[in-house]
């Protein structure tokens, strides 16, 4: 990125790294363009979600379910191992109840969430 090291308080990257060859380059970066003290946040689909467990069961796994330029089909490892020691949230996008969640993330929500503090 053409971009001076931590040039930037905050970074906000929502539903892109599931199409990038290399996320961790570009998590990698996000990082050396943060100032300390700076945040980064990211969005990026389950694809390990309950209804995508589901589909799969019928033959359709979320690489024939989302669009067809996304590369990487994360889980919750995944993230992990490309943001170690970032907060990950979800939500829990239904019906009758709407909230933030920190446990049940690699099946109940549709999207991860992820903060990285400089």
């Not at 709407?98 to 400089?118: A, C, E, H, M, Y």
């Amino acid at each position: 990125m053409p971009f001076a090291d931590g040039q930037f308080d905050l970074v906000w990257c929502s539903e892109v790294i599931e199409h990038l060859e290399n996320p961790q380059h570009c998590i990698d970066e996000f990082r050396r363009i943060t100032r300390s003290g700076g945040r980064i946040i990211m969005t990026t689909p389950n694809s390990r979600a309950w209804f995508f467990r589901l589909f799969a069961l019928f033959g359709l796994p979320p690489q024939r379910l989302q669009r067809d330029d996304h590369i990487h089909f994360f889980g919750l490892k995944d993230i992990r191992n490309i943001a170690p020691g970032a907060d990950i949230y979800g939500y829990f996008p239904y019906i009758l109840i709407k909230r933030t969640i920190r446990s049940g993330l690699d099946w109940l929500t549709p999207t991860f969430v992820i903060i990285i503090n400089q």
